[in-house]
Nanobody, 126 residues
Framework: QVQLVESGGGLVQAGGSLRLSCAAS????????MGWFRQAPGKEREFVAA????????SYADSVKGRFTISRDNAKNTAYLQMNSLEPEDTAVYYC???????????????????WGQGTQVTVSS
């Protein structure tokens, strides 16, 4: 069992930055790939970024590539999402999730994730 708690969301002006954190309980964090998803009002949950269990590779949605960076610190049982050059379109509830999935492409699909956090609100004003 893995419990995930997101933090770091808030209100920021367009062009600003935020860093989200996802703290995991349990000693098996290092064995899970981690992903970030977001869901805006009236829209489906969408993939944002994912990182393999060792941190050796990562993947991003086209809409955030070059602006967002996913990372992890297995010693601290924490994953991060650094968000720069934020746009109003980035406004959403952001969720972190953990998966045993093997391939990076599979990590783009929310259905492969085993555990989810409660979400943190990110609001970007224009």
């Amino acid at each position: 069992q893995v419990q995930l708690v997101e933090s770091g969301g808030g209100l920021v002006q367009a062009g600003g930055s935020l860093r989200l954190s996802c703290a995991a309980s349990g000693r098996t964090f290092a064995s899970y790939a981690m992903g970030w998803f977001r869901q805006a009002p009236g829209k489906e949950r969408e993939f944002v970024a994912a990182i393999k269990s060792t941190g050796s590779s990562s993947s991003y949605a086209d809409s955030v590539k070059g602006r967002f960076t996913i990372s992890r610190d297995n010693a601290k049982n924490t994953a991060y999402l650094q968000m720069n050059s934020l746009e109003p379109e980035d406004t959403a509830v952001y969720y972190c999730a953990a998966a045993n999935a093997a391939t990076m492409m599979s990590l783009h699909r929310y259905i492969v994730y085993d555990y989810w956090g409660q979400g943190t609100q990110v609001t970007v004003s224009s």
